[in-house]
């Protein structure tokens, strides 16, 4: 099976700051990738499919990039509200398989 | 709007049974295929199952083969969950999820039902 691996586990930071988030196939997916936030409590929300579409009402400040192995998440000026934790999933075929997830926190 | 309820959570023992249910609406079910994902506290997320739109392709995880059975109802808008043989480490929220239109991303999400496995 494809196993998903995202770095870093956590990361702190500042409003305003750029954060990026790295997401990794075992196997190339070719775009079949999608990110995902769970803010605390609450259920997951899909932000980014085929590795670079936005979904529909997602603030601009997020991007998709990548393809084959190595993606990337981008939030181009961390708001308060973007506190949660972001998983990348590859949904290319079963079994679909998410990452472990990056915990996002203001500094 | 897309509404996902999920039902059917609880406690059971270890060796059990239960049926889940997510009742659908604001989308043509029929439409769509689904997916049953799973989330133990305070853990990540894990994909559980994953049903064609008219029920004739299913696949699912290894650690579920075998002992769920995800099937879905198109006439009544809802999809379910049997699962037997229930084991401690199937203790999570399940959350039953709507595909895109375009891949088998899950493009909306329920809010989940708790299942507890312990004796």
């Known amino acids: 099976d494809i196993q998903m691996t995202q770095s870093p586990p956590s990361l702190s930071a500042s409003v305003g700051d750029r954060v990026t988030i790295t997401c990794r196939a075992s196997q190339g997916i070719s775009n079949s990738l999608a990110w995902y936030q769970q803010a605390p409590g609450k259920v997951p929300k899909l932000l980014i499919y085929?590795?670079?579409t936005l979904q529909s009402g997602v603030p601009s400040r997020f991007s998709g990039s990548g393809s084959g192995t190595d993606f990337t998440l981008s939030i181009s000026s961390l708001q308060p509200e973007d506190v949660a934790t972001y998983f990348c999933?590859?949904?290319?075929?079963?079994?679909?398989?998410f990452g472990p997830g990056t915990k996002v926190d203001i500094k | 709007q897309v509404q996902l309820v999920e039902s059917g959570g609880g406690m059971v023992q270890p060796g059990g049974s239960l049926r889940l249910s997510c009742a659908a609406s604001g989308f043509p079910f029929s439409g769509y295929a689904m997916h049953w994902v799973r989330q133990a506290p305070g853990k990540g997320l894990e994909w559980v199952a994953y049903?064609?739109?008219?029920?004739?392709?299913?696949y699912y995880a290894d650690s579920v083969q075998g002992r769920f059975t995800i099937s879905r109802d198109n006439s009544k808008n809802t999809l379910y969950l049997q699962m037997n043989s229930l084991r401690t480490e199937d203790t999570a929220v399940y959350l039953c999820?709507?595909?895109?239109?375009?891949?088998?991303?899950?493009?909306?999400w329920g809010q989940g039902t708790l299942v507890t496995v312990s004796s």
């Open positions: 999820a709507k595909t895109g239109r375009s891949g088998w991303f899950s493009e909306y």
């Open positions: 049903i064609q739109y008219d029920g004739n392709n299913k």
């Open positions: 085929a590795a670079s």
């Open positions: 999933q590859r949904y290319n075929s079963a079994p679909l398989t």
